[in-house]
């Protein structure tokens, strides 16, 4: 101990461009289709629910994209994350490995999300819209979003997933202070909520359904849009700015990982780290092995078919190929909420399909335990979906303890978990049930997938 913990930047060292991994890949990923012709889209199909400048981000080849300055401004607010060296951690597993983390529950929301929220706020803003409507699983995204819009002056709705609405009351009141508002979905307020809700009145919810009312209401008002919280081109892509600050700190810290990983549910915080990484390798540098963490009882990317399926459960979104369960798979209620979706990000799928990352699933009970252990060494309380990174980074320092060989593993600690006590709670109390995945139901969703 005695050596350095945290390595932070200044405000200056703020990135001053988007890392763009499309302009480095070998091969573009399939194309994005039209769900009626079943034809390649192009920009004016998405207009009615995004703005031009993020539909323009969302096809992009520029390596570089400049972040406008008001959005670096309102960064400045929490960015650059800090750095840490996990060295009380390293200790209690007397790994010769060195462990870093990256953390982004230093942000107002608590998590990665406002590094989006914000931009696609100030996009929307400038483009003179009024109001935004999204979905959020966790309450990560749509506190996050809550956030922008107060900064920005938008007008924010949430159609918050059912079983994150009950397990986190205090969520919701967390968007309320910044003035949104949070309704639980499946909801009355859209005609796919109430068409759900007629089927299964005790739904749970899911984000595919989600993202189904909150496109709806977007696609049918002039002044409103929609944003997504994660799995598209140009969400990803704001998250870049926290692998590209960990570059520079791994420089400060002398080291570079041979292990990058992060969890995944649509696939943001995951890219916004290891993309820059990848990236460098691509252009020339040193090889990183890239592992995304995906709960057992929703695994996309690990076992989910790579096909064309719709973004939403109610089928309005374009057709996207990706890893997917089937988009009326219907994942099991278990606590990392932010990892409940039946579908990957397409680019990640993509570079999954090209071998530059692994992909692995836990169950929820071990991630509990890792991140426990974690926040005993170390004194943050990870995010449940946060976790899942723990726990990988844990069984690879282990392994390193084995084999005897000091490997450098740097994971994203997305997000803190001091919404999530309830889920802690579960766990103390032993209730904490590993839901296997439901094999007949997958095989009934992916029978669903539509022909292409
Ligand atoms: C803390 C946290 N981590 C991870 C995720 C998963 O999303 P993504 O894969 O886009 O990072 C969420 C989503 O809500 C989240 O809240």
Same mark, same amino acid.
């Given at each position: 101990?005695?050596?350095?913990?945290?390595?932070?930047?200044?405000?200056?060292?703020?990135?001053?461009?988007?890392?763009?991994?499309?302009?480095?890949?070998?091969?573009?990923?399939?194309?994005?289709?039209?769900?009626?012709?079943?034809?390649?889209?192009?920009?004016?199909?998405?207009?009615?629910?995004?703005?031009?400048?993020?539909?323009?981000?969302?096809?992009?080849?520029?390596?570089?994209?400049?972040?406008?300055?008001?959005?670096?401004?309102?960064?400045?607010?929490?960015?650059?994350?800090?750095?840490?060296?996990?060295?009380?951690?390293?200790?209690?597993?007397?790994?010769?490995?060195?462990?870093?983390?990256?953390?982004?529950?230093?942000?107002?929301?608590?998590?990665?999300?406002?590094?989006?929220?914000?931009?696609?706020?100030?996009?929307?803003?400038?483009?003179?819209?009024?109001?935004?409507?999204?979905?959020?699983?966790?309450?990560?995204?749509?506190?996050?979003?809550?956030?922008?819009?107060?900064?920005?002056?938008?007008?924010?709705?949430?159609?918050?997933?059912?079983?994150?609405?009950?397990?986190?009351?205090?969520?919701?009141?967390?968007?309320?202070? #910044?003035?949104?508002?949070?309704? @639980?979905?499946?909801?009355? +307020?859209?005609?796919? &909520? %109430?068409? =759900?809700?007629?089927?299964?009145?005790?739904?749970?919810?899911?984000?595919?359904?989600?993202?189904?009312?909150?496109?709806?209401?977007?696609?049918?008002?002039?002044?409103?849009?929609?944003?997504?919280?994660?799995?598209?081109?140009?969400?990803?892509?704001?998250?870049?700015?926290?692998?590209?600050?960990?570059?520079?700190?791994?420089?400060?810290?002398?080291?570079?990982?041979?292990?990058?990983?992060?969890?995944?549910?649509?696939?943001?915080? #995951?890219?916004?780290?290891?993309? @820059?990484?990848?990236?460098? +390798?691509?252009?020339? &540098? %040193?090889? =990183?092995?890239?592992?995304?963490?995906?709960?057992?009882?929703?695994?996309?990317?690990?076992?989910?078919?790579?096909?064309?399926?719709?973004?939403?459960?109610?089928?309005?979104?374009?057709?996207?190929?990706?890893?997917?369960?089937?988009?009326?798979?219907?994942?099991?209620?278990?606590?990392?909420?932010?990892?409940?979706?039946?579908?990957?990000?397409?680019?990640?799928?993509?570079?999954?399909?090209?071998?530059?990352?692994?992909?692995?699933?836990?169950?929820?009970?071990?991630?509990?335990?890792?991140?426990?252990?974690?926040?005993?060494?170390?004194?943050?309380?990870?995010?449940?979906?946060?976790?899942?990174?723990?726990?990988?980074?844990?069984?690879?320092?282990?392994?390193?303890?084995?084999?005897?060989?000091?490997?450098?593993?740097?994971?994203?600690?997305?997000?803190?978990?001091?919404?999530?006590?309830?889920?802690?709670?579960?766990?103390?109390?032993?209730?904490?049930?590993?839901?296997?995945?439901?094999?007949?139901?997958?095989?009934?969703?992916?029978?669903?997938?539509?022909?292409?």
């Amino acid at each position: 101990m005695g050596e350095t913990i945290k390595y932070v930047l200044d405000e200056t060292n703020i990135p001053k461009s988007w890392y763009n991994l499309m302009a480095d890949l070998p091969s573009p990923p399939p194309p994005v289709l039209h769900p009626g012709t079943r034809q390649p889209i192009g920009p004016d199909d998405l207009a009615p629910l995004f703005p031009m400048s993020l539909i323009l981000q969302e096809v992009s080849t520029e390596r570089n994209i400049e972040i406008p300055k008001p959005v670096r401004d309102i960064y400045k607010q929490w960015r650059p994350s800090p750095l840490f060296r996990a060295r009380r951690l390293e200790q209690a597993l007397q790994t010769p490995a060195r462990i870093y983390y990256k953390y982004e529950g230093v942000s107002p929301a608590g998590s990665h999300k406002p590094n989006t929220a914000v931009a696609q706020a100030f996009y929307n803003k400038d483009a003179g819209v009024t109001k935004i409507t999204t979905e959020t699983g966790a309450g990560q995204w749509g506190s996050a979003l809550a956030f922008a819009g107060a900064i920005l002056g938008v007008d924010v709705q949430i159609f918050m997933v059912r079983v994150s609405y009950n397990q986190k009351p205090y969520r919701r009141a967390f968007m309320e202070t #910044f003035g949104a508002r949070c309704i @639980p979905s499946p909801s009355m +307020e859209t005609n796919f &909520g %109430r068409q =759900v809700l007629a089927a299964t009145p005790e739904s749970n919810g899911s984000l595919g359904i989600a993202i189904s009312e909150a496109v709806e209401v977007a696609a049918g008002r002039e002044d409103t849009k929609y944003a997504l919280g994660s799995v598209l081109n140009h969400v990803l892509l704001h998250q870049t700015v926290i692998g590209q600050e960990a570059i520079a700190q791994m420089e400060l810290a002398g080291d570079y990982p041979d292990f990058v990983i992060g969890c995944t549910g649509g696939g943001s915080n #995951f890219s916004g780290l290891a993309f @820059p990484f990848i990236g460098a +390798e691509l252009r020339g &540098g %040193r090889k =990183v092995r890239v592992i995304a963490v995906e709960p057992a009882a929703c695994p996309s990317l690990t076992r989910g078919r790579y096909a064309y399926d719709f973004g939403d459960t109610g089928h309005l979104t374009p057709l996207v190929r990706m890893h997917t369960l089937g988009s009326t798979f219907m994942p099991p209620g278990f606590h990392a909420g932010g990892l409940r979706y039946h579908g990957m990000s397409p680019l990640v799928s993509h570079i999954k399909e090209l071998g530059l990352i692994e992909a692995r699933a836990y169950h929820q009970t071990a991630c509990f335990e890792a991140g426990v252990l974690f926040a005993r060494h170390e004194g943050i309380v990870p995010a449940p979906e946060a976790n899942h990174a723990v726990k990988a980074t844990i069984d690879e320092a282990v392994r390193c303890k084995e084999e005897g060989s000091a490997k450098t593993i740097l994971f994203n600690l997305c997000g803190h978990g001091h919404f999530d006590m309830q889920a802690y709670q579960v766990y103390f109390a032993a209730r904490l049930r590993d839901q296997p995945y439901d094999e007949a139901e997958l095989a009934m969703a992916l029978a669903g997938l539509p022909s292409v």
